[in-house]
Each structure stands twice: as C-alpha cells, then as structure tokens.
C-alpha cells in the first residue's frame, strides 16, 4: 500500500499557509523552466529548523511546480564525512534521512531524490572548483570562521588551530557550490546559515564562466522562508541546531506528544506578561510566534475558535494576546497542541518507512540513476571545457 501510495538576490518564499502563492513572483516568468535544487545533512532527525528553515519549503515547491519545472533534492553523506562518524550510524541516519524526506511529502515521482554519496560527479565537480576557488576566500567563511574560534578558546594558537583541522571541513563550501551547480539551478531554498554558502557558490561560478569565456553555470537565487532562522528553545541568541549539547533546544520532527510539550514548556521567553513580535527585544517569545505563524494553522484556527487567520507573525501575536489575555503559558499549550497535530502524520508515515528498506532502497537507487544522467552531462561538457577530453560524450 505504501508502495502505491508513495533573481540573483536573496528571494522570500511567503509560506503563511497558501502554497499557491509561493511564487507569485515568478509569473513574469512562467514559460520559464525553474530548477531547484536543495540538500541536507544525515546527522541525525531532522529538526524544525530544518523543517520550517528549508524542507517545508521543498514540498511546497514541489506541490507548485509547473511540468517543465525540475526539482533535486539530496541527502549529503560526503558533508556528513567532514567530522568524525561512526559508519553505522552514518549508513542508519542516511535511510532514516530518506524515509524523513519522503514523510514530509517529497514526491520521488515529482522530484529527484537521491543520496549525494551515490553520484560521484559532486566530488569530481568540486576538484575542478577546488582549483579556482581562493584559500583566502574560504578563510571568510563563518563556518570555518566559528571553527577557528573554538579552538581558540581552548587555548590554540593560531598555527595549531590552523594544522589541526582537516581540509574537508575547510573545503566544504566548495562542495557545496558542486552539489548546487551540478544540476544548473534557477532556485536553492535553505535557512539563512547557508547564505554566505550559496554566495560563494555564484561567486564559483561567476569565476568558472569567466575562465571558460561563456555563460555556462547559473547564478541562482537563494530562497528563503519567513522562518528562514528558527532559534534555539534554550538559547534565543543562536540558531536551532542538531549539534547543540541541550537536547531541549531542539524539537525533532519525531519527538513524542510528551517530549514536544515538555521542550516547549522549558522555552527560554521573558517575564513580560503579554505577547508580542519583536525578535530583537523578544526573541525567545518571537521564536514561539514565529514557530506557530510557520505551521499550517489549522490547530490554531480550531484553538482560537475561527475559520480566518492572518498568520503573519506581528498580527499573530496580537490575535494570541487577545485570545490568552497574554498569557505565555497559554501561547505555549496552543504551539504544542499545534505542532503535536502537525507532526503526527509525518511520523506515522515515518515509521511505516523505517518497516520498508527495500522501498528506501529502490527510491534511492531510481534517484541517484535519474540525478547521475544529468550530472554526467554538465561534467561531460566541464572535462570538454578544462581540456581534458575532447569533445563531450
Ligand atoms: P543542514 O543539514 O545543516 O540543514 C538543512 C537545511 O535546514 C536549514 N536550517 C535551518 N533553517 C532555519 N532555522 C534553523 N535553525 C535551521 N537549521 C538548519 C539549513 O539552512 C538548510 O537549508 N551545508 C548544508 C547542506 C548542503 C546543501 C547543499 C544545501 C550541502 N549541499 C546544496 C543546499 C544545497 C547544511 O549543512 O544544511
């Protein structure tokens, strides 16, 4: 049954619930064939930064996608490698990854799913990248950047926090530009953490294009979410993220009924006795808003006693005010409830997955046959390009 079943600037994606308009701006160019391209890291479940941030947005933009329209979504287990792993779990979070993606809706008929490990291309193209792309240029990098920084703290100094960490982790970025540039994307929806990545990745290959002398890669467009950076539940000052020590500032898209009440009580908000946006003043409450304004309401709806809701975030939080009297406590029952009814179907479909390896394994293995046809061909005319064959196969 499951089987049958089954611009160059950073742009905003308006999620508030009407996928129909997501892209309304692009009617000016409707004819025009969109190609989107997306990853994600197997490090473990997804969390609903990821959800909100980026994969929300995925399915979305499947469910609007014209027919000329391609969409490539992968998991990077090459990404994963730059820190130690123990393989089984790696292999683990990898399918479990999978089967995550196909729960939230990613249709593999509608789109290419795939395992980025499983179509050796990414490397290729990122060795081509690695030779035009500055050392001086990744040192700017954030990621590299905090790295540095840790290290710092614990009291390195600069030429062994240097030596010490591993080209992987320095190059990463460039990965990254290949895993994108590979598939000639119009679109790539993230977070905001992955600006400065996909930054560079025009940068790459605006420099490509002018070594070749022709337009060959795109520039394309970030796509970001309003909840394009869901902040942590502990800690409002940084990002909601997997490698955070305090498991409760995380809600994982399978956590239980229990556990998602419990990290939403323990939210760090202020002691303000009404609701508001401000995500300067008040982040942590903002945090909780903006989380909500993300969801797909109809919880809220049922909560607030109405069929119409305006879910954008400042004019949610005054409707919230009205209805809790301001009441922190409340807002906090009225998400939980919320995100318990939103993450219940994605975890019976999950689980019902997790029961279907060999389905996994046959979405994974159509996928990577689908996303290796096209990347043969851009690295096909890239090795014409380079000089190292001469004409393209
Ligand atoms: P990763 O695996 O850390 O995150 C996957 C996606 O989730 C978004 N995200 C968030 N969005 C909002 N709030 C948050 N707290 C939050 N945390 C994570 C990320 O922005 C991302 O969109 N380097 C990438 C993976 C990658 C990739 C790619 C992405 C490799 N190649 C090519 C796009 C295209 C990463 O580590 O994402």
Not at 92 to 102: G, I, K, P, T, Y
Not at 281 to 296: F, Q, W
Request: with cysteine; net charge positive.
């Amino acid at each position: 049954m499951l089987r049958r079943a089954r611009l160059h600037s950073v742009q905003c994606l308006s999620t508030y619930g009407r996928a129909q308009t997501i892209f309304r701006m692009q009617h000016t160019a409707l004819a025009e064939k969109r190609v989107i391209v997306s990853g994600i890291q197997p490090t473990g479940v997804p969390h609903l930064g990821n959800y909100l941030g980026a994969l929300k947005s995925w399915v979305e933009l499947q469910n609007t996608a014209q027919p000329q329209d391609e969409l490539y979504f992968f998991i990077v287990g090459l990404h994963a490698l730059t820190v130690p792993q123990n393989p089984k779990t790696l292999f683990a979070d990898r399918q479990n990854l999978m089967a995550a993606l196909l729960a939230i809706g990613v249709d593999p008929l509608r789109c290419t799913l795939f395992q980025q490990d499983a179509v050796p291309e990414h490397a290729e193209l990122m060795w081509y990248f690695a030779c035009i792309t500055s050392f001086g240029r990744l040192e700017r990098m954030t990621t590299w950047k905090s790295k540095l920084a840790t290290l710092h703290n614990g009291g390195n100094t600069d030429h062994v926090q240097a030596s010490q960490l591993q080209l992987g982790l320095f190059a990463y970025p460039v990965l990254q530009a290949a895993d994108i540039l590979l598939y000639h994307p119009t679109h790539v929806p993230v977070g905001e953490d992955q600006a400065q990545h996909l930054e560079l990745t025009r940068d790459i290959a605006e420099g490509f294009n002018r070594m070749v002398k022709k337009r060959y890669f795109p520039t394309p467009s970030t796509l970001h979410t309003p909840s394009k950076k869901i902040l942590s539940l502990r800690n409002p000052a940084v990002k909601m993220s997997k490698s955070a020590p305090d498991a409760n500032s995380r809600i994982l898209l399978t956590d239980s009924p229990k556990n998602i009440q419990a990290k939403v009580r323990r939210a760090v908000t202020d002691a303000d006795r009404f609701l508001s946006y401000d995500p300067e003043a008040r982040p942590g409450v903002s945090n909780l808003i903006n989380i909500l304004s993300a969801l797909d309401g109809g919880t809220l709806r049922r909560e607030l006693g109405t069929t119409v809701l305006d879910t954008d975030p400042a004019r949610l939080a005054e409707t919230l005010h009205t209805a809790t009297g301001g009441s922190g406590a409340k807002l906090k029952a009225i998400l939980s409830e919320s995100l318990i009814e939103a993450l219940r179907p994605i975890q019976e479909r999950y689980h019902d997955l997790l029961q279907d390896p060999t389905y996994l394994a046959t979405i994974e293995k159509r996928g990577a046959e689908r996303a290796r046809e096209r990347a043969h061909t851009t690295i096909s005319q890239v090795r014409t390009m380079l000089g190292l064959q001469k004409e393209t196969l």
